[in-house]
């Protein structure tokens, strides 16, 4: 049984950092397609980062770039370094992974086949 925690979520101010972290326990990463997604009040899911796990492909949405860095820290971890924070970015934060493995690029999207999810953590971010 595959199973995804976020942590790492929080209240900062605008300019602010926060961490996230995803770990993962029911089966070895392998290549999967790791994603960050969020979601706010009133709005439709948004990609933020996606990552081929021991891959080191690595794929961010155009309103996080230059702000958000992904990365997988160990065999059983990936995280989300968020800096910069502004109050747009305030969501709750879930992490996903691909129910196959993937060896392009091409297959770690925000369309892939996040077959698992998280159930996310809440950031938030005032002015």
């Known amino acids: 049984q595959v199973h995804l925690v976020e942590s790492g979520g929080g209240s900062v101010q605008a300019g602010g950092s926060l961490r996230l972290s995803c770990v993962r326990s ?3 990463f392998g290549r999967r397609c790791m994603g960050w997604f969020r979601q706010a009040p009133g709005k439709e899911r ?7 796990t021991n891959g080191n492909m690595i794929y961010y949405g155009d309103s996080v770039k230059g702000r958000f860095t992904i990365s997988q820290d160990n065999a059983n971890t990936v995280t989300l370094q968020m800096n910069s924070l502004k109050p747009e970015d305030t969501a709750l934060y879930y992490c996903a992974a691909s129910r196959q493995e993937v060896w392009s690029a091409y297959q770690c999207g925000f369309g892939a086949d996040f077959a698992y999810w998280g159930q996310g953590t809440q950031v938030t971010v005032s002015s």
């Open 46 to 52: 948004e990609g933020v980062a996606t990552i081929v």
């Open 26 to 28: 029911g089966y070895p």
